[in-house]
């Protein structure tokens, strides 16, 4: 148990009984993914005419809810995504964070919710890790997996955004995403389903959004392919992003491509920090639309030579191959391309503070 007491304002409620340190030891020489969870949880209630209140870090467990709370019934629900680190010296440290909090409201208000003030997010994430800070793995990209969310805690089966709701953060030890480095992932594209459509919700980070894309992901699975990518709902022609990470193209002229913001696609924060450094490297960089038969052309005539995935939990991941209905092409040599590593070296190195944070990007926790 870490002696750390996380700062005000949250009230520190110690797990009596965490985890044993030698059964800690022995589940954090394997973490995987989401699945080993910490000793420790944040809780913040929120209630109309009282604003947010009760702010505690205490011991993880299940809540309790009533079954006709709102989020059971109309799904109200944000959540959020980032990784505490070790530096190379040693220091704890978010990536971002204010990127985070500020999504998390844009998010909030996209589903008729309260926004939470951005230094209890960021204060949130930074007493969960201090108080769980025993759980941080001591194996090669190992991290703590922060899941920020907010549900709507409402009792009442009426239509209309809940009057209650909670914010709860918890946490993960986390290994490498994918054991053996990133392998390139094989792509199925969705032919009945959508993702998002122009309106919709596809630009807020919604529990709602992943259950749609579900069915298509797990088709694709069935189908012998890792993830599946969707096309944009209108036209079934624009390539949008997969289930959960952004989408990047790379040019034989060392240019990149990927689609813009323009309220179907999630504004991930890896993209925006890619796109960031790819710009400083002085790489032409193109936010437009690409169409899945232009994708198809290009990676045939060599034109286009890697295309790549992003996000927070496995960063940046290759794409290998995109297979549609009546066709399947194979991108570059079908393993990860040089930009593709290059930029995942050059963020990762950033994150772990091995590469100077010339954007004030890294948060230090201590
Ligand atoms: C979270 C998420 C991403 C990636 O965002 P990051 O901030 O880079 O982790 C991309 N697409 C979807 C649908 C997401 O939910």
Not at 95 to 121: H, K, T
Not at 203 to 215: E, P, V
Not at 248 to 272: A, E, H, K, N, Y
Not at 328 to 347: D, E, N, V
Request: proline share 6%; charged share 20%.
């Amino acid at each position: 148990m870490s002696a750390l007491s996380p700062s005000a304002p949250f009230t520190f409620e110690p797990n009596a009984n965490p985890v044993p340190e030698a059964e800690r030891m022995a589940r954090l020489k394997d973490p995987g993914f989401g699945k080993t969870f910490t000793d420790h949880m944040v809780i913040v209630r929120y209630s109309e005419g009282k604003g947010w209140h009760d702010a505690k870090v205490t011991a993880r467990g299940p809540i309790s809810l009533d079954p006709a709370a709102a989020v059971l019934h109309y799904a109200q629900e944000i959540f959020e995504g980032l990784k505490a680190y070790r530096l190379s010296d040693g220091a704890m440290a978010l990536f971002r964070p204010q990127a985070n909090a500020r999504r998390f409201n844009a998010s909030a208000n996209r589903m008729a919710m309260p926004e939470l003030p951005e230094d209890m997010f960021i204060e949130s994430c930074r007493a969960l890790v201090k108080a769980d800070a025993d759980w941080f793995p001591d194996i090669d990209g190992g991290s703590i997996y922060l899941r920020p969310f907010m549900i709507a805690n409402e009792t009442f089966l009426g239509v209309k955004p809940s009057g209650d709701y909670l914010y709860i953060v918890i946490a993960a030890a986390t290994g490498n995403y994918f054991k053996s480095g990133a392998p390139a992932v094989k792509l199925l594209v969705a032919e009945d389903d959508t993702r998002a459509a122009p309106g919709g919700t596809g630009a807020a980070k919604c529990g709602g959004n992943y259950a749609a894309s579900l069915r298509a992901q797990s088709q694709a699975i069935a189908r012998g392919f890792d993830q599946v990518v969707f096309l944009d709902a209108a036209e079934r022609r624009y390539v949008e992003e997969l289930g959960g990470m952004n989408l990047f193209f790379v040019f034989d002229d060392g240019s990149l491509q990927t689609p813009p913001l323009d309220g179907t696609i999630l504004p991930g924060i890896t993209r925006d920090s890619l796109l960031t450094l790819a710009r400083e490297e002085g790489l032409a960089v193109r936010e437009e639309r690409y169409a899945i038969d232009q994708w198809r052309a290009d990676a045939q005539s060599g034109r286009l030579v890697e295309t790549f995935a992003c996000g927070t939990a496995a960063v940046v991941t290759p794409v290998a191959s995109v297979t549609g209905k009546d066709f399947s092409f194979t991108i570059g040599s079908g393993g990860p391309g040089q930009a593709t590593q290059r930029l995942k070296q050059r963020l990762v190195d950033i994150q772990r503070g091995t590469a100077a944070d010339i954007h004030g990007w890294v948060m230090r926790l201590d």
